[in-house]
């Protein structure tokens, strides 16, 4: 499987508040893009906490073989966002100056012939 990432920035905005993670090192691909909300406080900081948590996540598990079904998938892809809920939310409320900060997020978890996608 090949897989690419690209972001820019767009016309409104002065910075780049876009993120994006592949990891396809191990039977479970993990892929995400969290774009910051634009607008809102530190969208920015918001799109990397959210990709900060997948990686965390892959650090941790450092070998993807789980032998996951596709109920299990959607499981995983769940926590996943909220673990990324969670942390944004917590941080916003740890530094007074992201209260508010905000991204989108869209997940993909590909095991064997299964893809789950999330946003």
Known sequence: MLVAGK???????????????????????????????????AGEIASRLAINVLRKFIEDKK???DDLNSEELKKLAIELI?????????????HSEFYGMGTTLTLALI???ILIVGH
């Open 7 to 41: 972001t820019d920035r767009g016309r409104e905005r002065e910075i780049n508040e876009d993120n994006y993670i592949i990891h396809t090192d191990s039977p479970l691909k993990i892929m995400a893009v969290a774009d910051g909300m634009g607008g809102h406080a």
């Open 82 to 94: 909220h673990k990324a809920n969670d942390h944004i939310i917590k941080e916003g409320c740890i």
């Open 111 to 113: 095991k064997d012939d």
């Open 63 to 65: 070998n993807l073989t």
